[in-house]
């Protein structure tokens, strides 16, 4: 789903209470559906260049060797030094000099190598996007780089990672649970190093999904709205005071994966307009009751139990019925 604010702004209308959208790189069409409550009516379609397709690009990860292993990492290190540094050095280290070799899958220009030595982590390398297995890769440059940026914290061609307290992780296999589209991924197996100012105090094992027996299996996200539909549709939905649910929500699974919330996704100016709060109150407790006997497995974030919100839409008729329009 595109962000909200994005979509009022680029649409200057009152009208429009959603738009779906399918980003692509390079040309793209986008179906702009204005909703009124009980008429939706397409209103253009767009032929345009997205440049927001730059920061919704699938993004390089950086690499941990441990172990003598070249691993992927999608914990940013380096980013989280540089976001420190005062305005002038941001902006020496943040020009396009540094980020020289920006591309849509890479927008930082780089990928930082990490080395786990002893119980100390380093940084070990800055190098040009894609550029790991190459044999032409100029070594010298990655050195110069963080020289510039480090000076005399580098010591025998690294730099201990002394600004960075809390944990990485890294894959033990490729099987991914959850992935945000560009950087940000879970996988069911990992690896967590614990890092106290780059010290390794700690490093175990985890598995981010945990089977419960009488669970609902939720491995596939994408699969997970149509079980809160069937669900929602046993219960009996007409109602005398003619409330009308038919809207976008947001369902929150609670890290011991029960439903626990259930909300809107509107401005309050939105619901103001659509729906008053007495009908507002009415959808959101009716869909929170139907659903919070639902028990589902258990998703973990680096060996933690995370919540998750899943997002639905339902379309309900004058009789009751419940249509699934979440797509």
């Known amino acids: 789903m595109c962000n909200l604010n994005l979509i009022n702004n680029f649409f200057a209308t009152e009208s429009c209470l959603g738009l779906r959208m399918t980003l692509k790189t390079g040309w793209a069409r986008d ?3 204005f909703m009124t409550r009980k008429t939706r009516l397409i ?4 032929l345009g260049f997205w440049s927001s397709g730059l920061l919704a690009s699938p993004q390089m990860p950086d690499y941990i060797i441990i172990k003598g292993d070249t691993i ?5 290190l380096l980013e989280s030094y540089l976001s420190k540094l005062d305005t002038v050095e941001a902006e020496r280290l943040f020009g396009l000099a540094f980020r ?12 930082a190598i990490y080395l786990v030595q002893g119980d100390s982590l380093f940084l070990a390398g800055i190098i040009p996007c894609g550029s790991r297995r190459s044999k032409n890769r100029d070594q010298l440059e990655s050195l110069n780089k963080m020289k510039s940026i480090f000076g005399d914290a580098v010591r025998q061609d690294k730099v201990f990672i002394n600004w960075f307290s809390g944990v990485i992780n890294y894959p033990i296999d490729k099987s991914v649970l959850r992935w945000d589209g560009v950087f940000y991924t879970i996988y069911e197996r990992e690896t967590v190093l614990r890092i106290d100012r780059g010290i390794v105090t700690g490093i175990k094992e985890v598995h981010n999904y945990e089977d419960d027996p009488k669970g609902i299996d939720r491995r596939d996200k994408q699969t997970i709205s149509a079980i809160l539909f069937k669900q929602l549709k046993r219960a009996r939905w007409k109602n005398s005071e003619e409330f009308d649910c038919s809207e976008k929500y947001i369902v929150t ?13 509107l401005t309050d100016e939105e619901k103001q307009k659509y729906h008053d709060q007495e009908e507002c109150d009415f959808c959101m407790n009716k869909m929170l009751k139907s659903l919070k006997k639902l028990k589902f497995d258990i998703i973990k ?8 919100d899943i997002y639905i839409e339902i379309w309900m008729e004058d009789n009751g019925k419940l249509e699934n329009w979440t797509g």
């Not at 699974?253 to 996704?265: A, D, F, Q």
């Open 100 to 111: 020289d070799g920006a591309s849509l899958n890479c927008w930082r220009g780089y990928q």
């Open 43 to 46: 209103v253009t379609l767009c």
């Open 72 to 76: 992927p990492t999608y914990n940013l």
């Open 301 to 308: 974030d680096k060996g933690v139990p995370i919540s998750e």
């Open 253 to 265: 699974i609670n890290e011991e994966g029960y439903v626990s919330k259930v909300r809107m996704l």
């Open 31 to 33: 179906v702009c559906i």
